[in-house]
Antibody
């Protein structure tokens, strides 16, 4: 059974940093792209970032370029999202999703507020 | 970015009646592999999104056959043949052909 479990969310002040993790199981993690998608409270879904299977290719939404970094550890079956210089508008539930977007985690809430 | 436009944004439906959601993309979601990467998702209240339909018309495992997808070019449709209470939620179309991948605004399905 495919499982994606996000962690690392929480309350952070503007300008602060957080690192999200997504632990994967139930599939051959090293074969798949992985993605982060976010959803602000009461809003729709927005793509944040993606990383290819070996970590050599990453892409970002314009809104997070230069502030967020996606990475992965195929030995640990985990994908990460390092978020720096956080802004109030980054407040959202962050989901990781498997390449093909067929499976999603339960999400982790990030709140940026003073 | 490719803009995905859904209609209607709210869809009141009587139990047992059909429902239809339209999705229009500003560019064709055909990827370099020749496939049309247009997918549909359901998000029930308080839950993560769940993919229902992939590549226009393919139902995911476990999705009831009352859900169907169709379309081509830039116009796509999700249909529910007979709405059940468990179908309440927000439905999103999504294109996965052009980065950044983009979603429609969502259609909230509610029971009349």
């Amino acid at each position: 059974e495919v499982q994606l479990v996000e962690s690392g969310g929480g309350l952070v002040q503007p300008g602060g940093s957080l690192r999200l993790s997504c632990a994967a199981s139930g599939f051959t993690f090293s074969n798949y792209w992985m993605h982060w998608v976010r959803q602000a409270p009461g809003e729709g879904l927005v793509w944040v970032s993606r990383i290819n299977s070996d970590g050599s290719t990453t892409t970002y939404a314009d809104s997070v370029m230069g502030r967020f970094t996606i990475s992965r550890d195929n030995a640990r079956n985990t994908v990460y999202l390092q978020m720096n210089n956080l802004r109030a508008e980054d407040t959202a539930v962050y989901y990781c999703t498997k390449g093909g977007v067929d499976f999603w985690g339960q999400g982790t809430l990030v709140t940026v507020s003073s | 970015d490719v803009v995905m436009t859904q209609s209607p944004l709210t869809l009141p439906v009587t139990l047992g009646q059909p429902a239809s959601i339209s999705c229009r993309s500003s560019e064709s979601p055909v990827y370099s592999d020749g496939n049309t990467h247009l997918h549909w998702f359901q998000q029930r209240p308080g839950q993560s999104p769940r993919r229902l339909i992939y590549k226009v018309s393919n139902r995911d495992s476990g999705v009831p056959d009352r859900f169907s997808g169709s379309g081509s070019g830039t116009d796509f449709t999700l249909k529910i043949s007979r709405v059940e209470a468990e179908d309440v939620g927000i439905y999103y179309c999504m294109q996965g052909a052009h980065w950044p991948f983009t979603f429609g605004q969502g259609t909230r399905l509610e029971i009349k």
